[in-house]
């Protein structure tokens, strides 16, 4: 099955960009979403479609897709947006359905 | 508004069964695809079942042959029938809904604890 790959942990000071990756193979040919989980609470979507923002979302928040690597982008970090980020992609590609999480990236701020 | 509210988690020993709940409001069950995914404590997120139109239904590995999703119109709920449960299986379990064509998981349940242990 598909394998995605996240570092554990992103430190970046407030007002800083914070860039968290998810490496796959050819990742760029998949449409990747992801997710902002603070403890104690459910995931919320804030990418989906690579680069795609929800309503409520701010705009600090963006993503990109190509090659091996997705990557989502915070900037102007806020000490609000300390939390664990997934990236997530749909695999079909066995014929079987699976919903593929990365294992996670802990941002501190 | 879209909301989701799993019910239904417990303390259950191995080997037995329990069924969570999940309601939904503010969109129909039956006309969306619909997944459970679960977060092991201090773990990450992990897929574990999908139910499309038609009632298709997809697994993960982890629980193929253990856990049923099905979902009832009529109430508007989604549900996961656990049997042969294993202490592995303690998480908190979530209930999302997908939405076409890549099914990216758009809303989310808070979450029910399933405890499996003596």
């Known amino acids: 099955s598909y394998v995605l790959t996240q570092p554990p942990s992103v430190s970046v000071a407030p007002g800083k960009t914070a860039r968290i990756t998810c490496g796959g193979n050819?990742?760029?040919?998949?449409?990747v979403h992801w997710f902002q989980q603070k403890p104690g609470q459910a995931p919320v979507l804030v990418i989906y479609y690579d680069n795609e923002r929800p309503s409520g979302i701010p705009e600090r928040f963006s993503g990109s897709n190509s090659g091996n690597t997705a990557t989502l982008t915070i900037s102007g970090v806020e000490a609000g947006d300390e939390a664990d980020y997934y990236c997530q992609v749909w695999d079909t590609a066995s014929g079987d359905h699976f919903y593929v999480f990365g294992p996670g990236t802990k941002v501190t701020v | 508004e879209v909301q989701l509210a799993e019910s239904g988690g417990g303390l259950i020993r191995p080997g037995g069964s329990l069924r969570i709940s999940c309601a939904a409001s503010g969109f129909t069950v039956s006309n969306n695809y619909m997944s459970w995914v679960r977060q092991a404590p201090g773990k990450g997120l992990e897929w574990i079942s999908v139910i499309y139109g038609g009632d298709i239904t997809y697994y993960a590995d982890s629980v193929k042959g253990r856990f049923t999703i099905s979902k009832d119109a009529s109430k508007n709920m989604l549900y996961l029938q656990m049997n042969s449960l294993r202490a592995e299986d303690t998480a908190v379990y979530y209930c999302?809904?997908?939405?076409?064509?890549?099914?990216?998981?758009?809303?989310w349940g808070q979450g029910t604890l399933v405890t499996v242990s003596t």
């Open positions: 999302a809904r997908n939405l076409p064509p890549e099914n990216h998981f758009d809303s």
């Open positions: 050819n990742i760029g040919g998949r449409s």
